[in-house]
């Protein structure tokens, strides 16, 4: 046990004046004995309210009974520490480490109470785990809503925000395309925006601004201030979603007030914003280009079914005409005609298939690389009469993802040997080793020149950007009236160690 007396009473007010602990000295009776000034600043009460008033108030309610056990036990067992959180009258909740020790003072015996404010500390620490952990979600997020919803959490969680928008807009005319939110109740009833308000000034500006009276119509706009009221907001941040020089949209926090925000909160919400920015921009780039890629695919799924699956239905309903028309008149001419549809169904047969394939990817998971290449290579070149060449080997060791673009780059090489090169020969090798998987498709076709411009051919392009997506290349070599040889090229990850992939630092 500490004798204050012992220690010196001047010597002990000297020491619990500079420091940032705020102290407070009670009796068995809990009346206070000592406050020190950062017990008062942390509390946000002075010591004559303290005096009157019972001495757990602030206290947070749910932890009162802890702290009164604690400064039990300090008695018995010796000093004590634990975390608690304090509430001042304002309502703002501080949280504080605590520490309570059996001491004397005035000759009686009583406890000391030290509150260590580590409010800032642990805000600091979970802004910190909040943008790793965020920063390494944006990977894996999916839909744009997903990454809007996402971020609105995020700014809850993480700062004094009570509530957040988050607003993704078009220029012209000003209007919203999609809206995340977190602690909002029916979000959908409330997105509407006037010309002047001040989302669509930041929208334009490309610059963060902090809104301090949000009951002020000309201030705050029609959506903020339908808000304010019902929310309990005073004050708000709103900060662009921007990217690459353009602007997709505005973020909202909003604050009661007892916990407006302060500069370091603006730069942590435009850090978490900016992050997500990014990753918003590439989701959009992403959903337009599978628009694009789903576009183009039906566009070539028509032009295949028109230039063979029609045309032989087509020529099995001429056969069958004919056939009806000298089933009874000349047999052995109807025998023809129902063996000429019978061949035709069978080539339609085929052909239906090898369009399948194009339509069922799945089968990859399924089959695998090899199977899928094999049966739908042989279909083709069953179907066109070409000599084919197959060196396969094994299944190669790479994901369904990556399978599935080496498959799409396969069938458009060879659908090019076969539409356009009028190939008589065709060769396709598939090579896995060490770090890599090698594909290789030789024709002996026309050829072409690999420089020209081909309007409204996409098809080379999209070989590429497959083979670019995955980190490898592609090359192509052709010369005329020779033919073309297509390699391409993916890297393959190193095996998982414990788990987890080895890369370097």
Request: glycine share 6%; net charge negative; charged share 20%.
């Amino acid at each position: 046990m500490i004798d204050i007396e012992e220690l010196g009473v001047d010597f002990f007010r000297q020491l619990a004046g500079q420091t940032p602990a705020g102290i407070c000295i009670v009796d068995r009776q809990d009346n206070y004995l000592f406050v020190n000034q950062a017990f008062e600043d942390i509390t946000g009460l002075q010591a004559e309210e303290l005096t009157s008033l019972p001495f757990f108030c602030f206290f947070h309610p749910i932890q009162k009974e802890q702290a009164r056990s604690e400064m039990a036990r300090a008695e018995s067992q010796g000093p004590r520490q634990w975390k608690t959180r304090i509430v001042k009258p304002s309502g703002e909740q501080r949280d504080v480490n605590a520490i309570t020790i059996d001491v004397r003072a005035a000759g009686e015996k009583a406890t000391t109470l030290l509150l260590f404010d580590v409010t800032d500390t642990l805000r600091l620490a979970l802004k910190v785990s909040t943008l790793n952990a965020f920063a390494l979600s944006l990977s894996t997020s999916g839909s744009i809503q997903d990454l809007l919803d996402q971020l609105s959490n995020r700014l809850v969680e993480s700062t004094e925000a009570t509530s957040s928008i988050v607003l993704l807009l078009e220029p012209s005319p000003s209007r919203i395309i999609s809206a995340g939110s977190c602690g909002i109740p029916d979000p959908q009833k409330i997105w509407a925006l006037t010309a002047d308000d001040p989302v669509l000034t930041v929208f334009e500006s490309g610059e963060a601004k902090v809104l301090n009276h949000l009951h002020n119509a000309c201030e705050s706009g029609q959506l903020l201030k339908s808000l304010a009221p019902s929310l309990r907001w005073k004050s708000a941040i709103l900060v662009p979603l921007r990217t690459s020089g353009r602007t997709l949209g505005v973020t909202i926090c909003a604050y009661r007030a007892d916990r407006e925000p302060d500069a370091a909160e603006v730069t942590f919400v435009n850090t978490l914003v900016g992050l997500a920015a990014v990753a918003v921009d590439h989701a959009r780039l992403v959903a337009l280009a599978q628009e694009q890629a789903v576009s183009q695919e039906r566009t070539r799924l028509g032009r295949e079914l028109h230039d063979s699956v029609s045309q032989t239905l087509y020529g099995i309903g001429l056969g069958a005409q004919s056939a009806l028309e000298a089933l009874n008149s000349d047999p052995a001419e109807a025998a023809e005609s129902i063996g000429y549809i019978l061949k035709l169904a069978s080539g339609g047969l085929t052909e239906m298939r090898a369009l399948l394939y194009k339509l069922r990817p799945e089968s990859l998971a399924v089959e695998g690389l090899v199977e899928a290449l094999r049966k739908h290579v042989s279909s083709l070149a069953e179907r066109h009469k070409i000599a084919l060449q197959l060196h396969l080997g094994e299944e190669p060791n790479i994901d369904l993802t990556s399978k599935h673009a080496v498959y799409r780059v396969a069938m458009e090489a060879v659908h090019n040997a076969i539409k356009h090169a009028q190939a008589g020969c065709l060769s396709i090798s598939l090579r896995q080793q060490a770090r890599s998987l090698s594909l290789t498709i030789k024709d002996d076709g026309h050829g072409f020149d690999p420089e020209k411009n081909y309007s409204g051919h996409h098809g080379l392009d999209s070989m590429q950007e497959r083979i670019l997506s995955l980190g490898g290349n592609l090359t192509l070599q052709s010369q005329l009236d020779v033919g073309t040889t297509v390699r391409a090229t993916i890297p393959i990850p190193e095996p998982a160690k414990n788990g987890q992939n080895m890369r370097k630092p």
